[in-house]
T-cell receptor, first 113, second 114 residues
Framework: NAGVMQNPRHLVRRRGQEARLRCSPM?????VYWYRQLPEEGLKFMVY????????ESGMPKERFSAEFPKEGPSILRIQQVVRGDSAAYFC???????????FGPGTRLTVT | DQQVKQNSPSLSVQEGRISILNCDYT??????FLWYKKYPAEGPTFLIS?????DKNEDGRFTVFLNKSAKHLSLHIVPSQPGDSAVYFC?????????????FGQGTTLQVKP
């Protein structure tokens, strides 16, 4: 049973470019979460999605950031016009319905130059 | 405002001894707590959890204790092993409307010396 998969593992973007981070949840998991970890900090919640629905986006910056979890395919976290402050590790987690435990992927390390 | 706090950035223990990692929270509405372990350049790995209706949960070498009146939980690892060296995060599920999000502490780096 494959775990949560994220790609790419490392992503380098210049300021102003777009970054797309992908996440495939564990088999049988219908809930996807995105978290961001800045250097020397804990993980911060960004968004919680179910298939074709955004359930809670209270942690998402108001501009430039968006997320989706389509009916088919992986969840996508999209960052438009990246800035240096977006450099961080972005983690995706998934869980089955009605379970509190979330299982994390290996993360995507975004570097903005 | 930091709703989940791990006040010790680091902890060093000898192999075979007990490791105790602490976590405090501010919101009495939090109803589920989890501990994760994280190695460098990897994602967090779920270790153990506890519901607010319990005060203790045990899984092998790992035990989590919850003191609701003090809004405090701790993770005990005994005996500690060198492979336990990692960053440990506690996390809380806010409960109530239960959007599913977890609120994480800043982490404690555990070093277990052989």
């Amino acid at each position: 049973n494959a775990g949560v998969m994220q790609n790419p593992r490392h992503l380098v973007r210049r300021r102003g470019q777009e970054a797309r981070l992908r996440c495939s949840p564990m088999k049988g998991h219908s809930h996807v979460y995105w978290y961001r970890q800045l250097p020397e900090e804990g993980l911060k919640f960004m968004v919680y999605l179910q298939k074709e629905n955004i359930i809670d986006e209270s942690g998402m910056p108001k501009e430039r950031f968006s997320a989706e979890f389509p009916k088919e395919g992986p969840s996508i976290l999209r960052i438009q016009q990246v800035v240096r402050g977006d450099s961080a590790a972005y983690f995706c987690a998934s869980s089955p319905m009605d379970q509190n435990e979330q299982y994390f992927g290996p993360g995507t390390r975004l570097t903005v130059t | 405002d930091q709703q989940v706090k791990q006040n010790s950035p680091s902890l060093s223990v000898q192999e075979g001894r007990i490791s105790i990692l602490n976590c405090d929270y501010t919101n009495s509405m939090f109803d589920y707590f989890l501990w994760y372990k994280k190695y460098p350049a990897e994602g967090p790995t779920f270790l153990i959890s506890i519901s607010s209706i319990k005060d203790k949960n045990e899984d092998g070498r790992f035990t989590v204790f919850l003191n609701k009146s003090a809004k405090h939980l701790s993770l005990h690892i005994v005996p500690s092993q060198p492979g336990d060296s990692a960053v440990y995060f506690c996390a809380a599920n806010p409960g109530s409307s239960n959007t599913g999000k977890l609120i994480f502490g800043q982490g404690t780096t555990l070093q277990v010396k052989p």
